[in-house]
């Protein structure tokens, strides 16, 4: 069941971009599964969803 | 009556709450809109190519299209990126973006009008992540998931 689940839920990332400014790092994560299209962002220790696109 | 003051008090508080999240969004330095897509294919933030040069002694010597602002540029950035001499240039709006590839990476530097590095950004595939970095990434991306 687990890996059923895991696969469900399991993302691809496709691109990572690294942002350097004000001496902060941010990552902005591109990631797909089968279903979804996610842009997450990441900083400071914390990841939040910037866009969530269902795939046709 | 009632009906309209409990939607005028329903509306007016929630128009506030996406107008201020929208001004927090803009004013958040972590609020960027990121190209996906670096190879310079489509939706580029570099509309005018100013110069486009392959050799840095050409371009620092280029005076028919360099001004202060950009000599600056260009010498902060050989003084970030010794190893880079292959760097293409694109004058903005706001300043210069220098932009190239290192080891499948694409990395665009950006300076202000006056040649002050702005920020930086890499792009990488998921092969070309720093094991830490995508390491930690998974991490994260694991915990938002589940």
Redesign the interface.
């Known amino acids: 069941m687990a890996n059923v689940k895991s696969s469900y839920y399991a993302y691809d990332i496709l691109n990572v971009a690294e942002v350097h400014t004000d001496n902060q790092t941010i990552y902005v994560v591109y990631m797909q599964n089968e279903k979804y299209a996610k842009t997450v962002r990441v900083w400071d220790g914390d990841i939040e969803e910037i866009q969530n696109l269902k795939r046709g | 009556m009632k009906n309209v003051l409990l939607a005028f008090l329903t509306i007016v508080p929630a128009t506030i709450i996406i107008d201020g999240k929208a001004q927090f969004a803009l004013s958040d330095?972590?609020?960027?809109y990121?190209n996906?897509c670096?190879d310079h294919s489509y939706s580029d933030p570099c509309s005018e190519t100013v110069f486009r040069d392959q050799s840095n002694k050409k371009m620092e010597q280029d005076n028919e299209h360099l001004n202060d602002g950009d000599s600056r540029a260009a010498k902060n950035f050989h003084k970030e990126f010794p190893l880079v001499n292959d760097e293409y240039w694109y004058k903005t709006s706001n300043g210069y973006i220098a932009s190239f590839r290192e080891n499948s990476v694409q990395t665009k530097v950006t300076y202000d009008k006056k040649g002050r590095l702005?920020?930086?950004?890499?792009?990488?595939?998921?092969k070309n992540?720093p094991p830490n970095?995508w390491r930690?990434?998974?991490a994260?991306?694991m915990?938002?998931?589940?």
């Open positions: 330095p972590g609020h960027y990121i996906p670096p702005s920020h930086t950004i890499s792009y990488y595939g998921e992540l970095i930690t990434l998974k994260l991306i915990l938002m998931i589940f």
